[in-house]
């Protein structure tokens, strides 16, 4: 029973040219932050990253690099180096693994990529409608490198997105424009502002029909496989390279789909995964949904970055409403609802909920929401205890028993 | 059921649940009876112990090993069990170990040396769901071993200690290195260890009322109910009705293994 076994994960071909991509776009940020040929702008994962690239920066995002620090296992041993310095193990892995990592001169862009340093900010730039971390952690690199620290404050658990709030939050990002034109030395361009919105528009189009097409039955594509595919639409939303990517990809998931060839062979279950990855068991969790004919086909995570409100002529009142209206930002009954729909359209067998320690934001199982839903839905659900970054905090075990129990129960 | 005739032995089913404390095997005939079981520490090679489990619960009930049909493992070590022909959860084998008993629609606590679990079955034994403790050591086993080993005292001692008394110190704290210097302050004060050590059986059966409501019947099982009966006593008492604790409650997700070996064929 214990012999090594092939590995069940289906590659998607489309990898090597996202792959490439990745590599050309942290290449470009490697060498604008060493010749200054461009300035380089350090920016939330969904903070305004449309408005820095009207402007030329080349945009790097630390949680980006915070989930390479996961993936690669580097963060449970560059997690205590912040700790030490006085960064709490209950806070953001994110951050905590990311500060390590700048402690330790310790990246995974260096194996990756031959980059010996992430590229070094002329501004950082946050939006808090993701949770307050962010800022905290930006704020470290702005005593380190003394660079301005600028931002949105987005209200949080928001019901109804009223005009009032979306308004506050165009102010706000108007707001930012004389920092970031003395930082670039560049005058604000509002029709450069509105190729790169309606850029950053087609990506979400694009991403948004590869995470549709795992309505499919059977699924072409994992939940694992999107954390990994959103990596352009992450890092690289705004650039028409990250089109062209997502319509290789989706042609690749539609032949799929066209020969009835699932990302999970015999797909017999489907489940939506709340919360975020645990990103240095991405390939443990996928061969273990694939062993048992389990697709875990969607998740709030990955559907995050879907911006369709980038659609509205006026760039701002469209950047306010993307970053406003995210699932993340929203109240637990907007997020109920969310998930129903969600649990409908994909044809779900059952939830499963990340309880992530360190990241209360993405962790939607704390005040009874799974219950709930169970009960009206009719649906069963795990709840696992883990992390995102922090694996001292995940136990492989204890996941693994409960992911076997929820796929017996319905199986 | 078995496709034995008449000249040929007859055969029986085993189930190992090899869990983080102990390793447990039950024997089941084709009847459904139990035949045979072992009960050991489950030590640091899985597979080693699980063989000598089997081997001695063989010996005890007469048994040749060629007599076993089939066999599913549980519990942690289950994949390490390697004349195991399938395997199965915790979740599903105390389910099914517990109904076998119950025969009706009951809320499952498995106290375990590592981990808590709640299990509730409707009335035809399917699982409507389950939870499992959050991973820390309070309110399992594992608690009570570090709290006897605070204590010096031997882990036997810790039941009969409990039973003596019945009035219990509060031990608020969720970890168990708090609650360690909790004892402390109340050793300093000059409380009876007997009141200490029920207060820390209080404390395993508070951390198990915070994770479900428990409603309808409730069945106990696990090592630690085995082992300490006031614990279930205690659960009764909290919850407002006496719990069910079934036959040898140590052995219930081994049973369910088995169970689920000779449904199989
Ligand atoms: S949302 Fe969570 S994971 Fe993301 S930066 Fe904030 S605390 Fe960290």
Same mark, same amino acid.
């Not at chain 1, 991509?21 to 290449?27: G, I, P, T």
């Not at chain 1, 059977?218 to 319509?247: C, K, N, Q, W």
């Not at chain 1, 799929?256 to 919360?275: C, H, M, P, S, T």
């Not at chain 2, 000059?190 to 059966?205: D, N």
């Given at each position: 029973?214990?012999?090594?076994?092939?590995s069940?994960?289906?590659?998607?071909?489309?990898?090597?040219?996202?792959?490439?991509?990745?590599?050309?776009?942290?290449?470009?940020?490697?060498?604008?932050?060493?010749?200054?040929?461009?300035?380089?702008?350090?920016?939330?994962?969904?903070?305004?990253?449309?408005? #820095?690239?009207?402007?030329?920066?080349?945009?790097?995002?630390?949680?980006?690099?915070?989930?390479?620090?996961?993936t690669?296992r580097?963060?449970?041993?560059?997690?205590?180096?912040?700790?030490?310095?006085?960064?709490?193990? $209950?806070?953001?892995s994110y951050?905590?693994?990311?500060?390590?990592?700048? #402690?330790q001169?310790?990246?995974?862009l260096?194996?990756?990529?031959?980059?010996?340093t992430?590229?070094?900010?002329?501004?950082? !730039?946050?939006?808090?409608?993701?949770?307050? $971390?962010?800022?905290?952690?930006?704020s470290?690199?702005?005593?380190?490198?003394?660079?301005?620290?600028?931002?949105?404050e987005?209200?949080?658990?928001?019901?109804?997105?009223?005009?009032?709030?979306?308004?506050?939050i !165009?102010?706000?990002?108007?707001?930012?424009?004389?920092?970031?034109e003395?930082?670039?030395?560049?005058?604000? $361009?509002?029709d450069?502002?509105?190729e790169?919105?309606?850029?950053?528009y087609?990506?979400?189009?694009?991403?948004?029909?590869?995470?549709?097409?795992?309505?499919?039955?059977?699924s072409?594509?994992?939940?694992?496989?999107?954390?990994i595919?959103?990596?352009?639409?992450?890092?690289?939303?705004?650039?028409?390279?990250?089109?062209?990517?997502?319509?290789?990809?989706?042609?690749?998931?539609?032949?799929?789909?066209e020969?009835?060839n699932g990302?999970v $062979?015999?797909?017999?279950?489907?489940?939506?995964?709340?919360?975020?990855?645990?990103?240095?068991?991405?390939?443990?969790?996928?061969?273990?949904?694939?062993e048992n004919?389990?697709?875990?086909?969607?998740s709030t995570?990955?559907?995050?970055?879907?911006?369709?409100p980038?659609?509205?002529?006026?760039?701002?009142?469209?950047?306010a409403?993307?970053y406003t209206?995210?699932?993340?930002?929203?109240?637990?009954?907007?997020?109920?609802r969310?998930?129903?729909?969600?649990?409908?359209?994909?044809?779900?067998?059952?939830?499963?909920?990340?309880?992530?320690k360190?990241c209360?934001?993405n962790?939607?199982?704390?005040?009874?929401?799974?219950?709930?839903?169970?009960q009206k839905?009719e649906?069963?659900?795990?709840?696992?205890?883990?992390?995102?970054?922090?694996l001292?905090?995940?136990?492989?075990?204890?996941?693994?028993?409960?992911?076997?129990?929820?796929?017996e129960?319905v199986? | 059921?078995s496709n034995?005739?008449?000249d040929?032995?007859?055969?029986?089913?085993?189930g190992?649940d090899?869990?983080?404390?102990?390793?447990?095997?039950?024997?089941?005939?084709?009847?459904?009876d139990?035949a045979?079981?072992?009960?050991?520490?489950?030590?640091?090679?899985?597979?080693?112990?699980?063989? %000598?489990? =089997?081997?001695?619960?063989?010996?005890?009930?007469?048994?040749?090993?060629e007599?076993?049909?089939?066999?599913?493992?549980?519990?942690?070590?289950?994949r390490n069990v390697?004349?195991?022909?399938?395997?199965?959860?915790?979740?599903?084998?105390?389910g099914?170990?517990c109904?076998?008993?119950?025969?009706r629609?009951?809320?499952v606590?498995?106290i375990?040396? %590592?981990?808590?679990?709640?299990?509730?079955?409707?009335?035809?034994?399917?699982r409507?769901?389950? @939870?499992m403790?959050?991973?820390?050591?309070?309110?399992?086993?594992?608690?009570?071993?570090?709290?006897?080993?605070?204590?010096? =005292?031997?882990?036997?001692?810790?039941?009969e =200690?409990?039973?003596?008394?019945?009035?219990?110190?509060?031990? +608020?704290?969720?970890?168990?290195v708090?609650? @360690?210097?909790?004892?402390?302050?109340?050793?300093?004060a000059?409380?009876p260890?007997?009141?200490i050590?029920?207060?820390?059986?209080? +404390?395993?059966?508070?951390?198990?009322?915070?994770?479900?409501?428990?409603?309808?019947?409730v069945?106990?099982?696990?090592?630690v109910?085995?082992?300490?009966?006031?614990?279930?006593? =205690?659960l009764?008492?909290?919850?407002?009705?006496?719990?069910?604790?079934?036959p040898?409650?140590?052995?219930t997700?081994?049973?369910?293994a088995?169970?689920?070996?000779r449904r199989a064929?």
């Amino acid at each position: 029973m214990a012999e090594e076994r092939k590995s069940l994960i289906k590659k998607i071909g489309s990898t090597a040219a996202m792959n490439e991509l990745m590599a050309e776009y942290f290449k470009e940020l490697d060498q604008a932050a060493n010749t200054h040929s461009a300035k380089v702008a350090w920016c939330t994962s969904v903070g305004p990253a449309e408005l #820095l690239r009207a402007f030329g920066f080349g945009v790097y995002f630390p949680e980006n690099h915070g989930a390479m620090l996961g993936t690669s296992r580097l963060a449970p041993d560059l997690i205590p180096a912040a700790n030490a310095v006085g960064y709490s193990p $209950d806070i953001c892995s994110y951050c905590t693994s990311d500060v390590g990592s700048y #402690l330790q001169k310790n990246t995974p862009l260096t194996k990756a990529f031959g980059i010996k340093t992430v590229p070094r900010p002329d501004v950082l !730039v946050y939006n808090t409608n993701q949770c307050r $971390d962010v800022q905290d952690w930006f704020s470290f690199y702005q005593r380190e490198f003394d660079v301005p620290l600028i931002g949105v404050e987005t209200p949080r658990s928001v019901g109804e997105v009223k005009s009032e709030q979306v308004q506050d939050i !165009v102010v706000q990002l108007k707001g930012l424009i004389p920092a970031l034109e003395q930082v670039s030395s560049q005058k604000f $361009d509002i029709d450069r502002l509105r190729e790169v919105v309606a850029s950053s528009y087609r990506c979400t189009l694009g991403w948004k029909k590869v995470l549709r097409a795992a309505e499919n039955v059977p699924s072409p594509i994992t939940f694992f496989d999107g954390t990994i595919h959103m990596g352009p639409a992450v890092v690289l939303r705004g650039d028409d390279r990250a089109i062209g990517y997502y319509e290789t990809l989706h042609a690749e998931l539609q032949q799929r789909i066209e020969q009835n060839n699932g990302a999970v $062979d015999g797909e017999k279950l489907r489940f939506f995964w709340e919360g975020m990855p645990v990103w240095g068991k991405l390939r443990a969790h996928a061969e273990l949904f694939a062993e048992n004919r389990a697709c875990v086909v969607a998740s709030t995570y990955c559907n995050s970055w879907i911006f369709e409100p980038l659609a509205e002529p006026d760039p701002f009142l469209g950047m306010a409403r993307a970053y406003t209206e995210l699932f993340i930002v929203r109240s637990e009954a907007y997020k109920e609802r969310y998930l129903e729909g969600m649990a409908r359209d994909y044809r779900i067998d059952g939830f499963i909920y990340h309880d992530a320690k360190t990241c209360p934001n993405n962790s939607n199982n704390r005040y009874g929401l799974p219950g709930r839903l169970a009960q009206k839905l009719e649906l069963p659900y795990v709840v696992f205890n883990g992390d995102l970054n922090d694996l001292r905090l995940y136990s492989e075990e204890q996941a693994r028993t409960q992911f076997e129990a929820l796929i017996e129960q319905v199986s | 059921m078995s496709n034995a005739s008449s000249d040929s032995p007859p055969v029986f089913f085993c189930g190992v649940d090899v869990g983080a404390s102990a390793t447990k095997v039950v024997l089941l005939d084709g009847g459904g009876d139990i035949a045979g079981s072992d009960v050991r520490l489950s030590g640091v090679d899985y597979q080693e112990t699980a063989e %000598q489990a =089997l081997a001695e619960a063989l010996a005890g009930a007469g048994l040749a090993r060629e007599q076993v049909e089939r066999t599913v493992a549980t519990g942690y070590g289950r994949r390490n069990v390697g004349f195991a022909d399938e395997v199965s959860t915790e979740i599903q084998c105390h389910g099914v170990g517990c109904y076998h008993w119950a025969q009706r629609a009951i809320t499952v606590v498995d106290i375990g040396g %590592q981990d808590n679990k709640v299990i509730r079955l409707a009335a035809d034994g399917k699982r409507l769901d389950f @939870k499992m403790n959050r991973k820390c050591a309070a309110g399992t086993g594992a608690f009570i071993e570090e709290i006897a080993l605070r204590l010096a =005292l031997p882990l036997e001692q810790m039941e009969e =200690l409990a039973a003596s008394t019945q009035r219990a110190v509060k031990l +608020s704290s969720f970890c168990t290195v708090f609650a @360690k210097t909790e004892i402390l302050s109340h050793l300093r004060a000059g409380v009876p260890v007997a009141e200490i050590v029920r207060g820390a059986f209080l +404390s395993v059966v508070q951390r198990v009322i915070e994770m479900d409501p428990l409603g309808g019947d409730v069945v106990l099982t696990g090592g630690v109910v085995a082992h300490n009966p006031t614990v279930g006593a =205690l659960l009764g008492e909290r919850i407002g009705r006496p719990v069910i604790v079934p036959p040898q409650p140590q052995l219930t997700g081994a049973l369910g293994a088995a169970l689920i070996a000779r449904r199989a064929v």
